[in-house]
């Protein structure tokens, strides 16, 4: 077990992902290579087996892999599992008939997945995609749609705006800046969040969006007032109360909106929120009583800090059950050596408890009193059917299904499980290679940004065990860099079979960061020379 104040090691190696939801945004830039995309109303010829392998079973077709390395949400629902991509909204059957993966194509709006929610007759999503406004880059909200017939037809609307003469608050004109982070359903509405359009309320049957604020005042997000309740992030419902998180706390309503409850850091009070920087809520149900979570990061006040805080009575205490930090004799604050905290998402399985966040997913069994790394930078997730691993160690969403716990990052899906040790299986997208018209090698993302801390993956064919060497040179055929030996099993297991991959972060030999341009590499492996060529673009 390690001590409540232990965090990821973030100092050093910030990727620009800090959040979900700038994840939401940025996965539209790193997303990779996408699966081909298949409606969810045609069958698959294979499934996830309920096996201790957790492999995909029974001939996977080229391509039936999920849509995205980028996984901002995962919902299990009975029969499948849903997951929020930047390329669209993924679903694996779990009866037998496979991957699916839904786009502009199917129905959704443009753009990645942004929010994702769930119930039994519905699914609700909204996307996001950057707009370029004279030279510059800004997230755009693609709209938000529902679906109530597992997929197949969509009716979707726009991001919701203001009209320009709106006079009784600061009216949202655009879609820039306006993006859905969240979504929760109540009883009578949908509710959405975002920082340029607040929070919004559709009653079922109807089909305008209306704002809400939970202060009272007008809204006004920005200019001229730039009220902190305004900017909203995260959003939960728990079957009594709506809960909302903004940038000035977390915001409690039990009558859809006509009155609310604020709770937010106080100081030198234990028993509030750490923060009131609110990014992410989650609700976790068990029999006897609810709990929720809230991601509660530092905010204006000096003395507020990065954590994780939760109330098991409806909010009328609160506990900070994560935190970065260690109350000094002289009531300052030592944050962590190792950075600041930011949890992103959270994850349930009955009573245990999942904090996705940088570099480190934290587990409780014990409703957060103590803590342990299920996966770190220190608990690598490595497959031994393909000898891959997760190069990023940022996590941004994770589910328990049965006795197996799903995770999701911007570099791919892992489910692990016990078998007398904890086990993970690796799920990436990517177009087979030698297939379907694909080249014998391709790299991905291409082009990459080692900056901002991505690696390119070299992907080839490889079905049996090999050792594989890879080089890489610049434009000049010069070289720069040659990997080690590296034992690859080759095969594979289900929608990962008869591939290989190796990863490259854009250094050289002797460990400089190589300037922008192309390169070459070559891949020798299974007594084979394949070549490709990747640009760096920092």
């Not at 599992?81 to 037998?96: A, D, E, K, P, V």
């Not at 209306?210 to 007008?218: E, F, K, L, Q």
């Not at 409690?252 to 992410?280: I, K, M, P, Q, Y």
């Given at each position: 077990m390690r001590r409540v104040g232990r965090v990821g090691r973030v100092a050093e190696k910030k990727k620009g992902l800090q959040t979900k939801l700038k994840l939401s945004l940025a996965i539209l830039f790193t997303a990779g290579v996408a699966a081909v995309s298949i409606a969810a109303s045609i069958p698959k010829e294979h499934q996830i087996s309920a096996n201790k392998d957790h492999q995909i079973s029974a001939n996977p077709e080229p391509g039936a892999r999920i849509g995205s390395n980028s996984?901002?949400?995962?919902?299990?629902?009975?029969?499948?599992?849903?997951?929020?991509?930047?390329?669209?909204?993924?679903?694996?059957?779990?009866?037998?008939?496979?991957?699916?993966?839904?786009?502009q194509s199917d129905g959704l709006g443009r753009g990645g997945v942004s929010a994702l929610a769930v119930t039994d007759s519905t699914i609700w999503a909204a996307t996001a995609y950057t707009e370029e406004v004279r030279g510059d880059f800004f997230p755009a909200g693609g709209g938000v749609g529902y679906s109530r017939d597992d997929g197949e037809t969509w009716t979707w609307m726009r991001q919701p705006v203001d009209s320009v003469g709106e006079t009784n608050y600061s009216p949202t004109t655009t879609n820039i800046q306006n993006v859905t982070y969240?979504?929760?359903?109540?009883?009578?509405?949908?509710?959405?969040?975002?920082?340029?359009?607040?929070?919004?309320?559709?009653?079922?049957?109807?089909?305008?969006?209306?704002?809400?604020?939970?202060?009272?005042?007008?809204?006004?997000?920005?200019?001229?007032?730039?009220?902190?309740?305004?900017?909203?992030?995260?959003?939960?419902?728990?079957?009594?109360?709506?809960?909302?998180g903004s940038a000035a706390g977390v915001?409690?309503?039990?009558?859809?909106?006509?009155?609310?409850?604020?709770?937010?850091?106080?100081?030198?009070?234990?028993?509030?929120?750490?923060?009131?920087?609110?990014?992410?809520?989650?609700?976790?149900?068990?029999?006897?009583?609810?709990?929720?979570?809230?991601?509660?990061?530092?905010?204006?006040q000096v003395n507020e800090y990065y954590g994780v805080t939760v109330t098991e009575d409806g909010g009328a205490n609160w506990?900070?059950?994560?935190?970065?930090?260690?109350?000094?004799?002289?009531?300052?604050?030592?944050?962590?050596?190792y950075g600041p905290l930011r949890a992103h998402n959270f994850g349930f399985s009955d009573s245990v408890v999942y904090v996705c966040a940088d570099e480190v997913l934290w587990q409780s069994n014990d409703l957060g009193f103590t803590w342990t790394e299920r996966?770190?930078?220190q608990l690598t997730i490595s497959d031994p059917t393909?000898?891959?691993?997760?190069?990023?160690?940022?996590?941004?969403?994770?589910?328990?299904?049965?006795?197996?716990?799903?995770?999701?990052?911007?570099?791919?899906?892992?489910?692990?499980?016990?078998?007398?040790?904890?086990?993970?299986?690796?799920?990436?997208?990517?177009?087979?290679?030698?297939?379907?018209?694909?080249?014998?090698?391709?790299?991905y993302p291409n082009p990459f940004s080692p900056a901002r801390g991505h690696t390119v993956r070299f992907q080839f064919p490889l079905g049996s065990p090999s050792s594989v060497h890879f080089e890489v040179f610049n434009f000049a055929m010069e070289p720069v860099?040659?990997?080690?030996?590296?034992q690859l099993p080759g095969g594979g297991t289900g929608d990962q079979a008869?591939?290989?991959?190796?990863?490259?972060?854009?250094?050289?030999?002797?460990?400089?960061?190589?300037?922008?341009?192309?390169?070459?590499?070559?891949?020798?492996a299974g007594g084979n020379d394949y070549w490709g060529k990747v640009m760096v673009l920092d």
């Open positions: 996984i901002i949400d995962i919902v299990p629902t009975e029969g499948s599992i849903w997951f929020g991509t930047g390329r669209g909204l993924s679903q694996l059957h779990l009866n037998g008939t496979g991957w699916a993966t839904l786009d969240d979504i929760a359903l109540t009883d009578s509405a949908a509710w959405i969040v975002s920082w340029g359009g607040g929070l919004r309320r559709l009653k079922y049957g109807e089909s305008a969006w209306h704002v809400y604020t939970v202060d009272g005042n007008p809204f006004s997000p920005g200019p001229p007032r730039n009220l902190l309740a305004h900017r909203t992030f995260s959003t939960a419902y728990d079957g009594t109360f709506l809960w909302v915001h409690r309503t039990s009558d859809e909106g006509a009155n609310w409850n604020t709770f937010s850091h106080v100081a030198g009070n234990n028993s509030t929120l750490s923060g009131n920087f609110v990014t992410a809520l989650g609700v976790q149900k068990l029999t006897a009583k609810t709990l929720v979570w809230a991601a509660t990061w530092r905010a204006e506990r900070v059950a994560l935190s970065d930090s260690t109350v000094l004799d002289n009531g300052e604050y030592l944050i962590d050596v996966a770190s930078d393909t000898g891959e691993e997760f190069v990023t160690t940022d996590f941004f969403s994770a589910a328990g299904v049965g006795d197996s716990l799903w995770v999701g990052s911007d570099d791919g899906l892992a489910v692990g499980w016990f078998d007398g040790e904890f086990k993970w299986r690796i799920h990436r997208a990517f177009q087979s290679p030698g297939t379907s018209g694909q080249p014998d090698t391709y790299s860099y040659s990997s080690p030996d590296i008869e591939y290989g991959a190796v990863a490259w972060d854009g250094k050289t030999d002797q460990g400089n960061s190589v300037a922008n341009g192309v390169y070459f590499y070559l891949v020798k």
